[in-house]
């Protein structure tokens, strides 16, 4: 009886605990309730490739209330995508980098991934991308949650776009890209 008592006694204590530790955080970090996903992509498609590098592109929308951070990229047809930007070194060359931080969109906005901007690298390709074909991405939000899409592959060789010549050793500068 006297142990039940006693155990009982200690169980409200750290119950009282525990309350204030919730308490003290901020209420984004208790509650991480699953959210819709207020995400949707339009109008995706990925460069033809046969092997090495890709990228893919389109319209990434936010519908929702709030910003949403796309964290990072996956897909079946390459065994590592990453978020790119497109950006004038100090030389004045265009060159393609890392994104810190992820793709940020807006609350009602949206991001346009496209040739010479913003897009999701595929690093190394599993397999031949053939036009017409169709790939499914995933895209990790910073909330964890995941949305997915598909793209449809095309055959791209703009006059300014030229990803095939691009030395990705040292995310490789290339013309307009
Ligand atoms: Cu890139």
């Given at each position: 009886m006297n142990t039940r008592t006693r155990k009982t006694a200690r169980w409200s204590t750290l119950a009282i605990v525990g309350t204030l530790l919730v308490t003290g955080c901020t209420a984004q970090t208790a509650e991480p309730a699953p959210t819709t996903p207020t995400i949707e992509v339009a109008d995706a498609w990925v460069k033809a490739a046969d092997s090495g590098m890709s990228a893919a592109f389109g319209d990434i929308r936010n519908t929702g209330a709030t910003d949403v951070t796309v964290a990072s990229a996956e897909t079946e047809a390459s065994t590592m995508v990453e978020l790119h930007e497109t950006i004038e070194d100090d030389a004045g060359m265009m060159v393609m980098r890392k994104v810190d931080g992820g793709f940020v969109i807006p609350a009602g906005e949206s991001l346009t991934l496209e040739p010479g901007g913003d897009h999701l690298m595929l690093?190394?390709?599993?397999a031949p991308l053939v036009a017409g074909d169709e790939v499914t991405f995933t895209l990790t939000l910073s909330d964890a949650s995941t949305v997915q899409f598909s793209a449809v592959v095309k055959d791209y060789s703009g006059a300014?776009?030229?990803?095939?010549?691009?030395?990705?050793?040292?995310?490789g500068s290339g013309e307009g890209h």
């Open positions: 690093m190394d390709l599993t300014n776009e030229t990803y095939d010549d691009i030395d990705h050793g040292e995310h």
